[in-house]
């Protein structure tokens, strides 16, 4: 039995006519043709979507963002190996008619247009929202950690500069005392490294320690708690169980297929003070307040929590149950300055809401960690409401400057309501399997669980390609190519 023959490879072969005839209808590409075709790439914003009228001509910004989006659907997300397809990938032929624009071209375009590469994906967003592939019943919010390009060696804290400056001043203490031991030694003989590669070794670690000590000088001057040398927005935070330099992307997905409704590319390590703005985000993507946003325990920031649903959020957090008291809205007033637990700090009356009601009067400032104690002893003695820790212990400290703290306090009226804050279990039951699965296929399948580029706001850009990807991959799963490029054309 013989195996399987190819082509002859000297045997001259008629090949179809056209590059048309390897795509096929269901292809596809075709759907990011005919989607970027309909776009208006002035209106969206993409730098050179009018040529000039004199000098080189530049590439269409229809064919560098083609380009992109076939890359980033099928794991090239690079500019150099994009460069490499266009002279070798037949769809990629057709889909940019036989350009091939080199690396650098390609690069610029991807950082020089953040926000209408966000606009792009805000315009598949509507349009499949028009095709009535989101469900807008519940949405499911959660982030997820991509690595930066930024090693940990290169990202520093105030602990780890203390800690390295302490160690260098070591090093030189131990060569002083090498320099010295060597000018004693007998008929000149010298131990271990001669005086001149001595000096040079502390002149080193003294320019290194001067380094150390500017970062140190810089995180002071700002109030940062991180520097980052290579990506300066990036931060480090834990990812899957370790510490790394990364970028915490916060997604709203809705649950009836999956589709990403909102997205953004933060630097905060935690997830908490996320659901308000990102509920307003996906409230004005969807163009609705109608619906559910459910989201992890990582978020459970009451005074976020109490902001989203005084705006009309209906928001499940696992793990809420309770009631929280906040000023009535007939009063006007706001709550301001800080929250600890399931208390309400309000700045301009000095005083402190607990979760049951009971006002907590000021007592007495802590120096060493900055913060004002609050207690009501005779309240707390009768109450049978274990809400938190400083309840339990009669007090509530609330992080402020010392000149803000008085023990002066308003005990006139305090207006205020009860709101009952309760995750419905059914809805929370489907943030998992709703929200989890665009990270996956995102890291897995499409091979983008961390950033190729340096900087928030570019970051940003590589994000709306990676989610517009998503999203175009999802709706031709669900539609089929040929008829989402028929609703595309129209």
């Not at 795509?23 to 208006?40: G, Q, T």
């Not at 008929?187 to 005086?195: I, L, M, P, S, V």
């Not at 804050?421 to 296929?441: C, L, M, N, Y």
Request: net charge positive; with cysteine.
């Amino acid at each position: 039995m013989q195996y399987i023959n190819g082509f002859d490879r000297s045997q001259t072969e008629l090949l179809p006519d056209s590059i048309e005839d390897y795509v096929d209808e269901n292809n596809p590409v075709r759907v990011i043709d005919a989607f970027i075709n309909s776009l208006d790439m002035s209106e969206l914003g993409f730098e050179r979507s009018i040529p000039c009228e004199t000098g080189r001509p530049p590439y269409d910004p229809r064919d560098l963002l083609k380009l992109y989006v076939y890359g980033y659907m099928n794991r090239t997300r690079s500019s150099r190996r994009l460069e490499k397809e266009t002279k070798r990938n037949l769809e990629l032929m057709w889909l940019v008619r036989r350009l091939s624009p080199d690396h650098k071209t390609i690069s610029r375009f991807r950082s020089g247009n953040p926000k209408a590469l966000k606009n792009v994906f805000r315009e598949f967003a509507r349009l499949c929202d028009s095709l009535g592939l989101y469900g807008k019943e519940v949405e499911a919010l959660d982030g997820s950690k991509f690595k930066a390009v930024n090693s940990k060696d290169r990202n520093f804290t105030a602990g780890k500069l203390e800690d390295r400056i302490s160690r260098i001043d070591k090093k030189i203490d131990k060569y002083l005392e090498e320099l010295e031991e060597n000018d004693r030694a007998e008929d000149g003989a010298e131990k271990g490294k001669t005086a001149v590669e001595i000096k040079g070794i502390i002149e080193g670690l003294k320019s290194r320690k001067t380094r150390y000590q500017g970062y140190a000088d810089e995180l002071e001057k700002t109030g940062q708690t991180q520097k980052s040398l290579t990506d300066p927005d990036s931060r480090l935070m834990k990812a899957n169980g370790k510490m790394e330099v990364c970028y915490n992307v916060q997604t709203v997905v809705d649950s009836k297929y999956k589709l990403i409704a909102e997205f953004e590319v933060t630097n905060h390590p935690e997830d908490a003070n996320q659901i308000q703005p990102m509920y307003e985000a996906a409230a004005e993507q969807l163009e609705t307040r109608d619906f559910s946003l459910t989201a992890d325990a990582g978020y459970s920031s009451i005074q976020d929590i109490v902001a989203s649903v005084q705006a009309g959020a209906d928001v499940h957090v696992a793990g809420t149950d309770y009631e929280i008291c906040v000023p009535s809205q007939e009063t006007g007033a706001e709550i301001t300055g800080h929250q600890n637990g399931r208390s309400v700090y309000f700045k301009d009356r000095n005083i402190v809401l607990c979760p049951m009601g009971k006002v907590l009067y000021p007592g007495y400032y802590k120096k060493e960690k900055k913060q004002g104690v609050f207690h009501n002893s005779a309240a707390c003695k009768g109450c049978t409401c274990k809400c938190t820790k400083e309840a339990r212990g009669k007090r509530h400290e609330v992080p402020m400057k010392e000149e803000a703290f008085s023990e002066n306090y308003d005990d006139g009226n305090l207006f205020v309501k009860q709101i009952k804050i309760k995750a419905d279990r059914k809805i929370v039951s489907q943030r998992k399997s709703v929200v989890e699965h665009p990270f996956g296929t995102i890291k897995r399948s499409m091979d983008a669980a961390y950033c190729l580029t340096k900087g928030i706001r570019k970051v940003r850009a590589e994000f709306s390609l990676v989610f517009l990807a998503y999203n175009i991959k999802r709706a031709v799963n669900i539609l089929g190519s040929k008829k989402l490029v028929a609703l595309c054309v129209v």
